[in-house]
């Protein structure tokens, strides 16, 4: 699930990018995206990148032989921009950052949603539709299987838990009946 706290600096790379990509943001997203997968496809990659025994000028040539007129301008220069200012090493966390404030602006939220048993695709896009109904925005959700809650669903949207489970309805009875027993 999102929501996940970044630092301050990431977030505000995230946010200049953002804000520099203008109608192409969701263009340059999945070239981030697709910069992530490769960073964990190659971790010895994303060490390169990070390492900060490398020198900006060496790792600005190595980045010119692997990324330039492979990308675009914009994310290339922000990757000199990144390192710089030796921030590569946070690049996983603002590529993070950068999704979040991206599908914020293009008014989606993570979802994550547990029930008892796998959801058919006609329920689960029946689910998405009542979520992102009752949220007023387009909910992108995660479904996750958990058999002890009997029953029912769990809905966190960031902080906020909704827990529909028969496991927790059945909490809530226990509860009630032994505050109502004789002492």
């Known amino acids: 699930m999102a929501t996940t706290p970044f630092s301050q600096v990431s977030q505000s790379y995230a946010r200049a990018m953002l804000e520099l990509a203008g109608d192409k943001a969701a263009e340059v997203g999945h070239e981030l995206i697709e910069l992530q997968q490769l960073i964990d496809e190659n971790p010895t990659f994303g060490l390169y990148l990070a390492d900060p025994a490398i020198g900006h000028v060496q790792r600005t040539q190595a980045m010119q032989r692997i990324f330039e007129n492979k990308i675009s301008p914009l994310l290339f220069n922000f990757l000199r921009v990144l390192n710089n200012h030796k921030r590569l090493g946070k690049l996983e966390e603002i590529i993070g950052a950068y999704d979040e404030l991206l599908e914020e602006k293009l008014g989606k939220v993570e979802v994550d949603l547990t029930v008892a048993r796998p959801l058919s695709q006609e329920q689960l896009a029946a689910a998405q ?28 949207v960031g902080d906020q838990l909704i827990d529909a489970s028969v496991r927790q309805q059945l909490r809530a009875m226990r509860k009630r009946l032994l505050a109502k027993a004789p002492q």
Request: glycine content about 10%.
């Open 129 to 156: 539709q009542q979520i992102s109904k009752a949220l007023g925005k387009d909910a992108v959700v995660h479904t996750y299987v958990d058999e002890s809650i009997i029953g029912g669903m769990i809905v966190r």
